[in-house]
């Protein structure tokens, strides 16, 4: 299916109803932007977690194989902002976006946004979310021998399957794996090699 900007608003929208009727009423104006190809991969280069990850060989050529279209910039999400009268804001680098989900139909695009929606809204208000699921950040943290950044993305991926049906869950995982297969495969190979 073809993407278009109003099907990024439009989910975005039925997303943040979602999630204000499962999970917590949205205090503040969430908005999502576009940003080029350019600049968000360069913001993606600077990422500690993405460094870590080239590092240990998962990307060949990162600005072809990265597949992640979707951010929250530090400066985007925070507090201040409520006071200054700015909304909250998810970053879309939507020309990675339309090239990566070009070949699935519209109702795998759909599940596959919501989720991500869903992680970066996590993100937003995890301050929040991890005093509604202490349990839940502590064994994110103790997975990841307490790894604040990286337990901060498992906890991001773990609201979205209480916020969405099984059904969607089950698309999604379908379109991640084939979206991921690529990195996926050399971090096994990486971590095969690690163990030798
Ligand atoms: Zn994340």
Redo the contacts with the bound molecule.
């Keep these: 299916m073809k993407l278009n900007k109003k099907f990024f608003e439009s989910t975005f929208d039925s997303t943040k109803r979602m999630f204000e009727s499962k999970m917590m009423k949205i205090p503040h104006e969430v908005i999502i932007k576009f940003q080029s190809k350019e600049d968000y991969l360069v913001a993606v280069k600077e990422n500690p977690l993405i460094q870590t990850q080239i590092n240990l060989g998962f990307y060949k050529d990162i600005e072809k194989e990265y597949v992640g279209f979707a951010?929250?910039y530090a400066n985007d999400k925070l507090e201040l902002r409520t006071i200054m009268g700015l909304p909250y804001a998810i970053t879309i680098c939507d020309e990675i976006a339309k090239d990566v989900l070009k070949p699935f139909t519209s109702t795998e695009i759909k599940a596959y946004l919501t989720h991500v929606y869903l992680?970066?809204l996590t993100?937003i208000f995890d301050n929040k979310l991890k005093e509604t699921f202490p349990d839940m950040w502590q064994e994110n943290l103790s997975k990841t021998n307490q790894n604040v950044p990286m337990a901060?993305?498992l906890f991001?991926?773990s609201i979205p399957p209480i916020v969405m049906g099984e059904k969607d869950i089950s698309i999604y995982k379908s379109v991640e794996k084939k979206l991921w297969s690529k990195v996926i495969l050399r971090a096994e190979q990486a971590k095969r090699q690690r163990r030798l």
């Design positions: 951010v929250v992680h970066e993100h901060n993305e991001a991926e």
